[in-house]
């Protein structure tokens, strides 16, 4: 898959590119990613990017006229693009989304920076995406974070292919906790139906587990994911009932 970047910080994404699963990703040719210069889609003498607000206000906001253009340029080349652009105000980046986007041949991520984008450029974009409620800098951050999310969801770039299987959200819920050597750890033992050998024992630990921590932590995604029966009976023992 090709991941292309548009960014005025192409720089940004050299020590990321080198390290870990990306990098091996990158060297088994499972994925492409190119940061792309803006820049190199300006005309004048100072490869100008922004422009000061209409209306007045402070900082600067970035000119539609090289983030089309280099659109325009990009999408010559097969295999067509779906284009994100990044901006606080998107839709919620989750991985359902990760998971439809590493079926993709090609993303082209836009990276905003300063006040933002001009809001025509959005004409021109399939998707406008946040990855939180909260303002970065600009986008690159945000570029690298579903870079990632979406890579690690191709086949092959996991070294084992269910773990990502077994992630958190994968199944709409949190992922059970993990732990390793030693088994006791200051007093704290590691649980011992996961030193028992009993892989159907193991399986519904972790399942009953997982149902647990997500009560805990996120009761909201348990309205969105299929049940069953002895899911609901489980949780029912916790105390929650479907209707909260
Ligand atoms: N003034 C904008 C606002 O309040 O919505 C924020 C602009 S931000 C400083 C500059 C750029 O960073 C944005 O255009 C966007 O590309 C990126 N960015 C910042 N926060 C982001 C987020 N939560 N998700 C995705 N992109 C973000």
């Given at each position: 898959m090709l991941f292309d970047i548009l960014t005025i910080f192409p720089g940004f994404f050299s020590s990321p590119l080198q390290d870990g699963l990306l990098s091996k990703a990158i060297q088994k040719d499972l994925i492409q990613v190119r940061p792309i210069?803006?820049?190199?889609f300006t005309h004048d003498r100072h490869n100008t990017v922004d422009d000061r607000p209409y209306g007045g206000g402070e900082g600067m906001v970035m000119k539609p006229e090289p983030i089309y253009e280099a659109l325009e340029t990009l999408r010559?080349?097969?295999?067509?693009p779906y284009v994100v652009l990044l901006s606080p105000r998107g839709r919620l980046f989750h991985q359902e989304m990760a998971h439809e986007w590493a079926g993709l041949e090609r993303l082209l991520i836009v990276c905003g920076r300063y006040e933002g984008i001009d809001e025509r450029v959005a004409r021109f974009v399939d998707t406008e995406v946040s990855i939180g409620d909260y303002v970065l800098f600009g986008g690159e951050a945000a570029a690298l974070v579903i870079l990632e999310a979406v890579a690690r969801l191709i086949?092959?770039?996991?070294?084992?292919?269910t773990s990502s299987q077994r992630?958190?959200?994968?199944?709409?819920l949190l992922e059970s906790p993990c732990y390793t050597r030693p088994p006791d750890f200051l007093g704290q033992r590691v649980p011992e139906v996961l030193l028992s050998g009993d892989h159907a024992r193991i399986a519904r630990w972790r399942r009953e587990q997982s149902l647990l921590v997500t009560l805990q932590?996120?009761?909201?995604l348990l309205k969105s994911i299929e049940l069953s029966e002895t899911d609901r009976e489980f949780l029912e023992m916790l105390g929650w009932s479907c209707d909260t």
């Open positions: 210069n803006l820049r190199d010559t080349e097969p295999p067509a086949p092959g770039v996991l070294g084992c292919e992630d958190s959200f994968s199944d709409g932590r996120r009761p909201d």
